[in-house]
């Protein structure tokens, strides 16, 4: 049994649309925020940042948020405890002050800033206010019951934040 195959009308082929090649637009990176939180993971997100603002000519922010101390006075009124708070904020101050000199080279412009809240709230906030172009945030990974517990700032940083977010993981693989 032989099959006939006869060659196809050649049909005009309908125009194909070549994509077209944009040139990206060049990066301005000119302010950068990091959150420092006193662990050996928020300085290793600033030393990403340290990176990038000598690549970018930029100015990195570092912010320490400390949640307020807030005392049971007999059972209904809570009282805050303003002395406890202010001696956080200072050595708060001074440890992100030790790891700014530390870490951020002297060609680098930087400004350290320490202010007492609800962390995720006071870093967008920030972010906001000041036009930051970049945040860098750490995350430590805590799953299931520690996570469920202690919630991530990093998690709502990412969500609310009004830049973009560059989420720098504690145990990973790095560029830096």
Not at 75 to 89: H, R
């Amino acid at each position: 049994m032989k099959i006939a195959i006869s060659p196809r009308k050649s049909s005009p082929s309908p125009k194909v649309k070549t994509p077209t090649i944009r040139r990206a637009k060049s990066v301005n990176i000119k302010r950068i925020l990091v959150p420092l939180d006193g662990s050996d993971a928020a300085l290793k997100a600033l030393t990403y940042a340290a990176s990038l603002a000598e690549l970018f000519g930029a100015r990195i922010d570092t912010i320490r948020v400390n949640e307020p101390t807030i005392y049971p006075d007999a059972l209904a009124i809570p009282q805050y405890s303003f002395e406890q708070n202010e001696l956080v904020a200072k050595l708060a101050r001074q440890q992100s002050q030790e790891a700014g000199e530390r870490l951020i080279p002297d060609a680098v412009e930087w400004r350290n800033c320490v202010m007492t809240g609800n962390p995720y709230v006071e870093i967008v906030n920030y972010a906001r206010k000041e036009n930051i172009d970049l945040l860098i945030v750490t995350t430590h990974g805590h799953t299931g019951l520690k996570h469920f517990l202690m919630g991530s700032n990093a998690e709502k940083i990412i969500r609310h934040a009004p830049c973009p977010v560059l989420v720098v993981r504690d145990l990973e693989h790095d560029f830096v």
